[in-house]
């Protein structure tokens, strides 16, 4: 194990709450525990793991990605997620392979979203043979990759696929699962900073097609701005 995994392993359970742990735990729903560290003193920890052991290979950087998120404790996995988006230099093709390996082993919104639109998401709009892939995800039988192809167009604001994306909402519109439903609205949503006309127009296009969920995500910040 690398010095800079054990050492925020460490820290991390140094700087666990007993009372904490199995409230975040309940809240996430998972059978993962939680040492109890919350996002403050977490990013705390990282920041002081990356000073004192510096990460410089791409190599090293990937394996302890992999030795955090495969930790005992959920919050590992976040200090794994840290890792991956502090390190944008190693943000290249290759990184895709690392990507999906985390998101087909997450098991939950928490890290899901944080891998379709913060890393996965950006290496679409880097390299948009990428988007390839996300048709192939909207198709496949594990909900969260499907959720995936829909975020990763989540923070594209003008630069967004609007074509792959209204294919995709609308391939995945029929859907009954809250977390493909959220996701539509969410990402309809963000897209409405860019472009209200064009969402506007999707949904009333759309209005029997989308759930009810979907549409009230998707017109919240539209209906906000009308209403003031």
């Keep these: ?11 991390l359970k140094r700087h666990g ?5 199995p409230q975040m735990q309940a809240y996430m729903k998972t059978d993962q525990p939680f040492y109890g560290v919350q996002s403050k003193p977490r990013k705390q920890i990282f920041r002081d ?5 510096p990460i410089t290979s791409q190599e090293n950087w990937e394996l302890i990605i992999l030795e955090l998120w495969n930790g005992t404790h959920r919050e590992e996995m976040y200090q794994a997620l840290e890792v991956a988006e502090r390190y944008k230099i190693y943000h ?6 690392l990507f999906e390996k985390l998101l087909r082993s997450a098991t939950n919104w928490d890290t899901v979203d944080w891998l379709s639109s913060n ?13 390839r892939q996300l048709v192939e995800w909207s198709a496949d039988e594990n909900f969260w990759v499907r959720r995936a ?16 994306l209204s294919q995709t909402i609308l391939k995945l519109a029929h859907e009954k699962e809250f977390f493909i439903r959220k996701a539509i609205g969410w990402v ?16 009333k296009n759309h209005e029997d097609e989308l759930s009810g969920l ?3 995500e998707a017109l919240k910040a539209i209906n906000r701005v009308n209403s003031n």
């Design 149 to 164: 192809s829909i975020l990763a167009h989540l923070k594209h604001k003008e630069k967004t696929n609007i074509n792959l």
């Design 214 to 216: 979907s549409k009230r």
């Design 92 to 97: 290249d093709e290759t990184a895709w392979n």
């Design 1 to 11: 194990m690398q010095p800079i995994t054990i050492f925020i392993k460490t820290e």
């Design 119 to 131: 890393l996965i998401g950006r290496l679409v709009e880097k390299y948009r043979h990428f988007e």
């Design 188 to 203: 309809l949503r963000q897209y409405s900073y860019a472009d209200s006309d064009w969402v506007l127009q999707f949904v």
């Design 49 to 53: 793991a990356i000073k004192k052991y």
């Design 17 to 21: 709450n007993t009372v904490k742990a």
